[in-house]
């Protein structure tokens, strides 16, 4: 990931789409299975590069939501059977979990954890998560969660970060910084997102 990244997109998705698109093709090969978790984009241009990445890679590509894709429901609950993945994503989706998984808006304490526990139970061994979030001070605010380092390590846990692009948005010259996290525990989402996290994880043991 390069170390400045210009708003051409107005938002974090300036930063998470190329990451999405180097993480595919890093680590998503011919054959592998690979689950977008609240797959269904707002803006679905933002979705053509990505799309592009995922065709090269020619991977098996699926989504996990609510609104729809081949796997429709609450991932949290969703039985999934004996099915399981080499890649899990979740672009800028799990922060939403505590109050959107089933589409009614209710609050749920812990339900992003639920989330991440579910991912990696579905990993095959070896298996990778991709995960993007709002980055910055650690507090719930209407509609997503922002993390901190020590958040986002407890939201993983049982896993491994063996990718961590952390970025801010400098409003002055409208361009995303790579980004101690150490650096931006005060950073607050406003009427947009000001810290971005995106990050690659992998199982401890076993995929699982």
Known sequence: MDRSISNALGSERSVEIPFTCDSILKYCTEGMDVLEVGGVPTDSSHYFSINSALQKSECNYSVCDFRGGEYVGDFVTLD????????????????????????????????????????????NKGGKIILTVPFGKPVWQSYHQNYNWDKLLDLTEGSEVIEAHTYVLEDESDT??????????????????????CFVLEGESNGT
């Open 80 to 123: 999934f059977g004996d099915k399981k993945f080499d890649v899990i994503m979740f672009i800028s989706s799990l922060e939403h979990f505590p109050q959107c998984t089933e589409g009614d808006m209710e609050f749920r304490e812990g339900e992003d954890k639920k989330g991440y526990a579910k991912a990696l139970s579905l990993l």
């Open 176 to 197: 995303w910084n790579l980004t101690d996290p150490e650096d931006m525990e005060d950073i607050c989402y406003t009427h947009k997102a000001y810290g971005v996290g």
